[in-house]
């Protein structure tokens, strides 16, 4: 019988930090790109993978609470772009931003046993370095580090989405 150990098996789980799940909360003001409005879809992006919201019709303040799941390696951001779909041509770009994981991957080494739920871990602040439109907090919650953010996008003439991280992990790679 293998006895529990907490040095990783090499396996095609090599170099995983552990999962990312991202909570497409929804839209905030985006560009229109019909006349009725923009039919806006979100696409994450990091290395090879690549993840998509559902479409929303005719709406430029969409909601979506979608859950897209990433495995991450290493703290490099997330792009993220927005685009409206269209039938009979290339779906038109509505903005893009990325999400700075580092912060969020900076406190998974911290001992959350003396961590009161609903405890504000950090905060970030907007900057020329994030595409934040407001202050995020990083928080514990419900046994998990979680972060909500809002990203102003960029490349167009307005729009924001409402995002939440959480990172889930997996037994065996701390």
Not at 28 to 56: E, F, H, M
Request: aromatic share 4%; charged share 30%.
């Amino acid at each position: 019988m293998a006895s529990k150990s907490k040095h990783r098996s090499s396996s095609s789980m090599d170099g995983l930090v552990g999962l990312l799940k991202v909570r497409v909360v929804r839209g905030i003001n985006l560009a229109y790109r019909d006349t009725r409005g923009s039919d806006p879809y979100v696409v994450l992006r990091l290395g090879k993978q690549k993840l998509k919201t559902s479409v929303k019709k005719r709406s430029v303040n969409p909601i979506w609470h979608e859950e897209l799941t990433l495995s991450i390696t290493n703290p490099v951001p997330i792009k993220l772009e927005v685009f409206d779909k269209d039938t009979f041509s290339r779906d038109d770009p509505m903005g893009e931003a990325e999400i700075d994981i580092g912060p969020l991957m900076e406190v998974l080494n911290m001992d959350p046993e003396n961590i009161r739920n609903g405890d504000i871990i950090r905060t970030i602040r907007p900057s020329s370095l994030n595409c934040l439109a407001d202050e995020s907090h990083l928080c514990w919650r419900n046994g998990k580090f979680v972060q909500d953010i809002i990203l102003r996008l960029r490349n167009v003439e307005s729009g924001e989405l409402q995002l939440q991280l959480q990172w889930v992990e997996i037994p065996g790679t701390k």
